[in-house]
């Protein structure tokens, strides 16, 4: 059975939702597909729980600091309201309801369901194949990759998705990978009791930051009681009673109570029917042109995309799309001022290429570090300012900082660093 219809999303995240919504707005005859929650990772798996998460161990670490400061204090940690909270508020005890009903309310045909391209123009799902006369759009997003690490089958770890149902913590935590997932999920379970091992193949956490940014974080965490493997490779995890043990290559041994798994995202490609519209099939993400377009009446928007990765540039994308389906011109995307922040504390905060990054494109970049602390804040906080400019034009423009910034364990510390490379 085939169905004619304007505009097909395929993924209802953060990416499609905004597409499905302004198209169905604007009156055309949208079918929005999702095989899992309307929303997508950030508002029930991402961004927004973490941050709940985050804002509690904030709220823990200010308590902590008030000694010396504002009198006197004594935290008791709870991880009850925020789980509550996490549950009740945030995610509605992840039920998509009122995100359905937004889109349906705008006459928007919500489909659930693993949806797949059948062919150019055309998705199929649950056996009705929809026929799109103006756009498809790609918005399937990603899953948390999971490293093929010997016995990793035989435990119950975690990742983000079960990172942020828990009702109970461990007593002790072991956490595969050092990036931006990784460190704020440990500061959060550190600060909360739990005694947290971080492993990260890097030298240094954050690897994709400034290493200036990386120092200061490692510093904070070791301080927060948290145990960093830096340089150090999983070989094969084996279950131990209710927990696990960590085989390093070194052939160091880490035991905990329970495993998290956070190195990195695998874009939802494999099994969407990519080859039925010429694309690679085994593509790791999609390349779209600048208006996110992978073929003809074909868009690719968020996560999928080789420039994804955050909820702000799948918005972005979607608002690109949305004109360019509406026949508006309008500019490309532009990735040269991309933002970014790991909200650990100290946030660390960056807009486009590291040093590494405008160095290894060719660009001719210098370098500079402003320190001004400790600095007269109420604490005895303190800034550095680290600049790269391009010094091949004359007038150089901001082309990316990072900002570790705001205070963390006492003496705390703000860092800033500046990247500004011309073109
Ligand atoms: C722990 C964590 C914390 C994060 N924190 C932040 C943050 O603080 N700030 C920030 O900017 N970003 C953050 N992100 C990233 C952010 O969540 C993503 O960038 C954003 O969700 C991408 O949106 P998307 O629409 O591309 O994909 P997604 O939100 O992943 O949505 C894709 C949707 O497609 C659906 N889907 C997949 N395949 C199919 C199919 N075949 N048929 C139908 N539906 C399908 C999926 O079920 C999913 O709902 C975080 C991510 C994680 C994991």
Request: charged residues 25%; neutral net charge.
């Amino acid at each position: 059975m085939a169905e004619k219809v304007d505009v097909v999303v395929l993924g209802m995240g953060v990416g499609g939702e905004e597409v499905a919504n302004s198209l169905a707005e604007q009156g055309l005859t949208v079918v929005g597909i999702e095989s899992n929650l309307v929303g997508g990772e950030c508002p029930y798996f991402g961004c927004i729980p973490t941050k709940m998460m985050v804002r509690a161990d904030d709220m823990l670490a200010e308590g902590r600091r008030i000694p010396g400061f504002a009198g006197d204090s004594t935290v008791k940690p709870d991880w009850k309201p925020v789980a509550r909270r996490i549950r009740d508020v945030a995610t509605d005890n992840w039920d998509d309801r009122v995100a359905v009903e937004r889109f349906e309310g705008k006459g928007g045909h919500f489909v659930r369901g693993a949806g797949k391209l059948a062919g150019p123009g055309k998705v199929s799902v649950n056996g009705t194949t929809y026929e799109a006369s103006r756009a498809i759009v790609i918005s399937t997003g990603t899953s948390p990759a999971v490293p093929p690490i010997p016995g990793l089958d035989r435990v119950k770890y975690w990742t983000n998705r079960e990172a942020v149902k828990v009702e109970q913590l461990p007593e002790s935590l072991v956490i595969l990978g050092g990036g931006a997932i990784g460190v704020e999920l440990s500061q959060v379970f550190a600060r909360f009791g739990v005694k947290v091992s971080v492993i990260e193949g890097m030298n240094r956490v954050l690897a994709m930051e400034e290493p200036e940014a990386s120092a200061v974080l490692g510093e904070v965490l070791h301080r927060d009681g948290i145990e960093l493997f830096l340089n150090a490779r999983a070989m094969s995890v084996e279950p131990r009673g209710e927990g696990v043990t960590v085989m390093l290559a070194d052939g160091r041994a880490i035991i905990a109570d329970q495993l998290l798994v956070a190195t990195g995202r695998r874009a939802n490609l494999v099994d969407i029917g990519l080859e039925t519209v010429g694309l690679d099939p085994s593509a790791r993400l999609l390349e779209p042109n600048d208006h996110l377009r992978v073929g003809e009446r074909l868009w690719a928007i968020g996560d999928v995309t080789a420039s994804g990765g955050f909820t702000h540039v799948a918005i972005y994308h979607a608002g690109i799309v949305v004109d360019d389906i509406l026949g508006k011109p309008g500019p490309g995307a532009d990735y040269r001022a991309k933002p970014r922040v790991t909200f650990t504390d100290p946030e660390v905060g960056a807009t486009g290429l590291t040093e590494e990054q405008a160095k290894k494109k060719g660009l001719n970049v210098r370098t500079g570090i402003q320190s001004t602390g400790p600095a007269t804040m109420a604490s005895s906080r303190w800034s550095r300012t680290r600049t790269a400019a391009c010094s091949s034009v004359p007038r150089p423009w901001v082309r990316g900082a990072a900002t570790p910034s705001a205070s963390s364990s006492s003496p705390s510390s703000c860092r800033s660093l500046l990247t500004s490379c011309a073109t």
